[in-house]
């Protein structure tokens, strides 16, 4: 790890352990994109990267030729209205009304450490491991600076980018467009992989082959979404999951956001991401900063798995940081698909007591527990127990943690009904525009998180429940997205920055209960996964993936989320069939060959299953004990293509010293003549020298042969919707 400026080239290097990512400063002062990807030669001249050929009606700076037009450069970070007439990276809106905005470079710094940045979420290392260049650019008209920061760590080959905006003006700055990260690339000879879906259907893989003009995705609904993902990958167009180069962009972000990709008339390419700006502006008065969120730059020459693992590794090591994040969880029950609002004490101890006699760990008590709850019309805001149900909520813990189970709450702070104790108190806390009609989701409406005073209600209220009783795990839920964001706090002009705030706010309210509560579990939930995003993952280790239950639906959910995220934070549970969501049944072992793939747990009424299903319950509670800490710690390797969308997929974790495989194959359907009479799975990751044995069989090969040949796995995957895990241990 190494970051280096040439004073002779005026070129800066950021060397990770396999790539090299290089600029410099141009002729008028500008940062010139030279290069990203694998690792070359220290020393090197680079400069003749940055030249381009002369393109007609390309303007240029004053003084310069047109071979030195910003419009054909590779930049680093584009300003508005100076000569390039792509999409640019950021615009403000200064005193005299102009967006143009010429920046040039003024100083830079390279120092150990990485600072975090205030109210948001971001990656921290041990100073000593991480070194952070700082590069001020500032607009020549107004003296506004540009701080570009980007951190390089020791262990990983992730590059941490964001920007500051730094008001050092007499007068007011308005931003109107701030994008975290920009890549410029020479050819657009690339395809982009990104996650899209919807509601029960998220994060699904899709590739497609850039092309010419604007192409890209974005959330405008105050939170990320169902619909995609807040992180891209562009690979080479021959690219799998063992070779090809990659390169992806992961914003630490859980608002509305942007992915802006536009291929020229050159077939060059630059792709951004950041806040969206179409529900974003923000007023900088004299002296003030404001900080984008950050963004995870990876390089992979090693294919789409390669990079996946850099990802898994960095989010686990450098953006989580709960103490839960290393550490085997607790195998929980849900009691919504067993009791949806239908319940009283008795039914939920009666619950705990069967799943404390199946080994399950941990009850969690989800929606219908609090204020005068029994439908989702009434009540969210008044988060106070609902006694006509529940009793004494502190005693029912007790008597839960005498069984030896944790109990666990749900909970949905950001919403609130109109049929509720807080909003007759309080209906200017709600994201609304005076004298226009409010629109309803679920029959509830938005609290205003942009404002203190919610949020302090919030903590207080929720702070208070915990105290209460030994509540060790929360259930975070958020069942609908913003709309008519405006804030009865503040003025017209500052209105463009209520959504941001309302992220700050959310986040606030996680950091103030976790500081207070350092070993409190909280599982994200939005919808299912709406709102899974590494911003999130900073403040909690797992999400709730979907609220698709169905096992054959979440293997392309599962394995579409890897592209970016860890195992351990998907929230997975074997639920109820037929299935609540598809109607679909499937054999109890399939529903936990899936499950265990993530944290672990189970969505169904295990009270009304026969003895047949409750062993079954119990033997996959003994695998989830032999095989988390696997799971949990190993590198996460695709064995098949497409993200687990074709009828066979294929999937492992490899233990650190690679003496440990825990494979997983599954077929969602069969048919005659379907595929090749063999299926053979190549097993990455292992020591080519050691030989493998599976467990309670004599199978065993060597390591190179599993990974180049592959083991034979047709007979076991006969039939539909059929599982089959392979446990192999190096002598």
Sequence with gaps: MQISFSKKTRTFRLDTENSTYAMMIGPSGELRHLYYGA?????????????????????????????????????????FGSGDFRNTAFRLRKENGTPVTSTVYKSHTIRKGKEPLPGLPASFAPAKTCETLEIVMEDSFSGVRIVLRYSVFDDSDVIARSVKVVNRTANPVRIEKLMSAQLDFDSMDRDMIYLQGKWARERQAARIALHPGMQGFRSARGSTGHQYNPGVVFADRSASERSGEAFGMLLLYSGSYTVEVEADEY????????????????????????????????????GLGALSAQYHAFLMNHVIRSPWKHVRRPVLVNNWEATYFD?????????????????????????????KRNDDRTSLGDWFVNTGKLGDLGKLVKKINRLGMKFGLW???????????????????VLSVPGMRRSLGRSQMVL??????????????IAGLLRSANIEYIKWDMNRNLTEIHSALLPPEQQGETAHRYVLGVYELHERLLNEFPNLLIEGCSGGGGRFDAGMLYYVPQIWCSDDTDAIERI????????????????????????????????????GDVALAGTFGYELDITSLGTAEQEQ???????????????????????TEAFGQSDVAAWCWVSADRKEVLVTAVRKNDSPCS???????????????????????????????????????????????VSVLYHLKAG
């Design 448 to 461: 205003d998180m942009s404002r203190k005073e919610v949020v302090d209600y919030l903590f207080e209220t």
């Design 675 to 721: 595929q090749a009479p063999v299926c053979r799975l190549r097993i990455p990751g292992l020591d080519p020298q050691r030989i493998y044995r599976m467990e309670n069989s004599s199978f065993a090969m060597h390591g190179s042969t599993l990974m180049n040949a592959g083991i034979n796995v047709s007979d076991d995957l006969r039939g539909s919707a």
């Design 617 to 639: 319950i119990r033997e996959q509670i003994r695998r989830y004990h032999q095989f988390n800490d696997l799971i949990r710690e190993g590198t996460f390797h695709r064995i």
């Design 343 to 371: 319940f009283d004490d008795k039914k939920i101890y009666a619950l705990a007591k069967c799943a404390s006699s199946l080994g399950i760990e941990m009850l969690v008590l989800d929606d219908g527990w609090f204020g």
């Design 556 to 591: 392309s959910i599962q394995l579409g989320t890897s592209l970016f995220y860890p195992s351990s934070t998907m929230g997975a549970h074997v639920s109820v069939c037929p299935n609540h969501q598809t109607g679909r049944t499937v054999s109890f072992r399939f529903r």
């Design 267 to 302: 077939e060059s390419v630059r792709a951004m991401i950041g806040i969206n700006e179409e529900t974003f502006a923000w007023n900088l008065a004299k002296g003030e900063e404001f900080d984008s969120p950050e963004t995870l730059l990876v390089f992979s020459g090693n």
């Design 39 to 79: 690792s070359i030669a220290a020393g090197d001249d680079l400069t003749s990267f940055a030249l381009r050929r002369d393109r007609a009606f390309s303007p240029y700076p004053e003084g310069l030729t047109s071979n030195d037009s910003l419009n054909i450069a590779a930049l680093e970070y584009s300003a």
């Design 411 to 429: 909970f949905e702070p950001e919403m609130i009904s109109e049929e509720s104790e807080l909003y007759r108190k309080h209906p200017d806390w």
